[in-house]
């Protein structure tokens, strides 16, 4: 795909304050952002994004997985997608409070797949 720059694990947490301090402390990783929702963590280009899963019917993605895929512009790819039927035209998030545009969508097994790219700011981790 045009404009693919990688791919990011989502990983389940059931505490994201507790695991944001297990993988400071055993992997390096230093939080970039994080509430007690989700986190983004980082040791140079290697990124891991945490979010609560609970499990329970008050899980997001009860029994689903996140990916999400990291482009350069995102514009393209989104009108292709809205064109597909494979999402509407007020699913594209702008300006997000973590610095970046992105829109999702699941797929038939529930699993949440996300488009995003960094706002310009946000590019220098």
Known sequence: MEGLIN?????????IARDIKWYAEKMGLTNHFGDDMYAVLYRGKLCIHLQ????TE???????SVVRFWFQNIDQIFQ???ERGT????KLRKNTPWGTNEFGFFDLNGNAIFIFEDL??????
Request: aromatic share 6%; hydrophobic share 35%.
């Open 120 to 125: 310009p700011a946000n590019t220098n981790k």
């Open 52 to 55: 609560w899963h609970a499990d």
């Open 58 to 64: 008050d899980d997001p993605l009860l029994g689903g």
């Open 80 to 82: 292709e997608f809205v």
């Open 7 to 15: 791919t990011l694990p989502v990983l389940p947490s059931q505490n």
């Open 87 to 90: 999402i509407t035209e007020d």
